[in-house]
């Protein structure tokens, strides 16, 4: 019953987590630097999708540095420094999602900063990093473990109710759904 929220969504996500990682190691994102080109172009749609959340005033209200930890910007100017196309948008992308649900879609895609760590030092042998190509993979402002304790804080200090702890795994398990749909996609694209 003393379980955070954050941990239970940890928990729940295990699994979809689990079989993501590997989803993106089955495509050897960092066997060259047109194959790290299609994982960006995932990360980018999936940053996107996420933006209108990450500007959301009411959510804005509840973690005051929300717009500035959306990566789509950086994700943007990787695909420019890979001279990879932006890629056109996905059916399927997150809609009408409520306040609860974004707090699960939001804590993946942050929580996937954590990843994220692993994943830059692999880049570097292709001559990326944080300021050419892999920039959506760098450590945030203020540093990665802090930004995820502040947002996890603030997660876990909210009161919600049952039915919106219900949503909030169920935006958490969509969100898993949805970049593993983007990763499909992106492997499976024609590049422009
Ligand atoms: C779109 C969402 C996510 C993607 C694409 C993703 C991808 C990955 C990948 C590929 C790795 C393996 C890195 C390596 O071994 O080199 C990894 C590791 C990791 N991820 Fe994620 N991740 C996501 C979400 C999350 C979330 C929500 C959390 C935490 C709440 C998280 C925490 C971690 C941690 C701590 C690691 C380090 C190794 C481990 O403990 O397994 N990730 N992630």
């Known amino acids: 019953m003393t379980q955070l929220r954050s941990q239970r969504l940890n928990q729940i996500t ?8 590997a989803a993106v190691k089955a495509q050897d994102p960092f ?18 999708e996420l933006q209108p959340l990450y500007r959301d005033p009411a959510l804005v209200q509840l973690f005051p540095d929300l717009p500035a930890r959306c990566r789509a ?13 932006v890629p056109a948008p996905v059916a399927g992308a997150p809609e009408g999602v409520s306040r609860a ?5 939001l804590f993946v895609s942050e929580g996937s900063k954590l990843g994220a760590a692993f994943l830059i030092r692999r880049v570097a042998a292709l001559g990326l990093g944080e300021t050419f190509g892999a920039r ?5 402002e203020g540093g990665r473990a802090e930004g995820w304790k502040t947002f996890t804080r603030l997660l876990d200090g909210l009161a919600l109710s049952a ?3 219900r949503q909030a795994d169920a935006g958490a398990l969509a969100a898993f759904e949805r970049f593993a ?10 590049n422009a």
Do not use: I, K, M
């Open 73 to 85: 910007a950086q994700a943007r100017d990787d695909l420019a420094d890979l001279g990879a196309g």
């Open 163 to 165: 039915e919106e702890e």
């Open 31 to 48: 066997s060259s630097r047109e194959n790290f080109a299609r994982f960006v172009q995932a990360q980018y749609l999936f940053q996107s």
């Open 101 to 105: 649900e974004a707090l699960g879609w």
């Open 136 to 140: 959506h993979l760098g450590e945030p």
């Open 181 to 190: 749909r983007l990763l499909q996609h992106s492997y499976a694209t024609e």
């Open 14 to 21: 295990h699994e979809p987590h689990s079989r993501l990682d």
